[in-house]
């Protein structure tokens, strides 16, 4: 049994052997891992953080009835533009027009009554001198040229109060904007007045247009901290610049500002409402459309920028290989941001002069030997092929 033992442990040491030996062979026929090497592309950049949102009208408007009646007719066609000042809807003004004569006819009747009483006021007031009539009656002339002046002016008052409703009889567009669809045919009795007036149509204004989104707590405290720090301007106080996207356009084609950030912090939410404004001359852009909005994370700093391919991690730690003027491998922890023309921001861990492997990082351990061939970097859509 002993005998046994001690053969198949014989056996085995010499299978390891054997093994050892092969792996030794083939190291010594492969040699060093062949690995693709770049410096990293040095700039001066800006982070952008990314936000969604919505976009807003820059002034919307219900349009409603100012004077009850009948609507008679309606001058526009339903979603197209219209100018501020364009006749939109007539309501029937034959009562107001009505109306406004008996307005005019009771003004001239109280000219006539001023006309009448100064003249009996001017006689009253030579007659007394003379003694021909008390100071009493002369008095009674004057009050009566006073209540005929205050008798004018309320007809006067009137008469402005009748034109003004004869000309909102005519709903005229009081912005320049897109209409909305007619909300009430000809011929109904709509409602007019200060409260519960009768909505008749909307216009919203297209050029520009808003777009609203909400800026967590931690981004707005690192916006403040830049501020303090004197790396970047704040919306709280300038427009700063920014970008934005519909659902289906690429990047960020559309230029814009943000103009305006809320004065105080949603506690259901814990956001900040902040509002960006766009240019919309071609008039594609409707409030309550989606969009994609990125505005300055940071202040400007030169990065140095590498391909995704490049960066390997531990336990969540991002890191690179480095290649010295030795030919070893050496591990370099790095902290990383986003992309940028297809290349990864490394913000910390590298230097301009730094080879970099880029190609080959699983086959390669810190430490090791390798065989590093120059190239440049580029993003991994346009870099050569890797090599075997």
């Known amino acids: 049994m002993v005998v046994r033992r001690f053969v198949y442990f014989v056996l085995a040491l010499g299978l390891i052997l054997q093994a050892g030996c092969r792996k030794a062979a083939t190291a010594a026929v492969t040699g060093p891992a062949a690995v693709v090497v770049a410096h990293p592309v040095p700039k001066k950049l800006i982070e952008w953080d990314q936000f969604t949102g919505r976009l807003g009208a820059v002034a919307s408007v219900e349009v409603r009835a100012r004077v009850s009646g009948y609507l008679e007719s309606t001058h526009f066609k339903e979603g197209t533009e219209v100018k501020e000042g364009d006749l939109l809807f007539v309501v029937d003004p034959r009562r107001y027009n009505a109306e406004l004569a008996g307005a005019q006819a009771e003004l001239a009747r109280a000219q006539a009554g001023l006309e009448l009483a100064t003249a009996e006021a001017g006689r009253a007031g030579r007659l ?20 005929a002046q205050a008798t004018l002016a309320s ?66 405290l690192k916006y403040r901290q830049l501020v303090k720090d004197g790396k970047r301007e704040s919306a709280l106080f300038h427009p700063i610049p920014a970008q934005m996207g519909l659902a289906n356009e690429e990047g960020f084609p559309k230029e814009g500002e943000i103009d305006f950030v809320d004065n105080e912090l949603s506690a259901t939410t814990g956001s900040i409402r902040a509002r960006g404004v766009f240019g919309n001359k071609d008039r594609l852009m409707a409030p309550g459309f989606f969009a994609r909005l990125r505005i300055p994370g940071s202040g400007e700093y030169e990065a140095m920028l590498v391909r995704d391919t490049a960066i390997g991690s531990d336990q969540g730690r991002p890191f690179v290989y480095v290649v010295g003027e030795d030919g070893k491998a050496t591990q370099r922890r790095v902290v990383t941001g986003p992309l940028e023309d297809g290349l990864r921001i490394v913000r910390e861990g590298l230097k301009v002069e730094d080879s970099v492997v880029i190609n080959g990082l699983m086959a390669i351990r810190p430490g090791v030997v390798v065989k590093a061939e120059q190239a440049e970097m580029k993003p991994v859509t346009t870099a050569a092929l890797p090599a075997n």
């Open 128 to 147: 007394v001198q003379t003694r021909a009539i008390s100071a009493e009656e002369s008095d009674v002339k004057v009050k009566s040229q006073q209540q």
């Open 155 to 220: 007809a006067q008052a009137a008469l402005d109060a009748a034109k003004l409703e004869v000309e909102f009889t005519r709903v005229t567009a009081p912005i320049s904007g897109r209409v909305g669809r007619k909300l009430v045919t000809e011929g109904n009795l709509i409602t007019g007045g200060p409260n519960g007036a009768t909505v008749l149509t909307t216009i919203v204004a297209l050029d520009p247009i808003y777009c609203y989104f909400d800026v967590d707590e931690r981004s707005a």
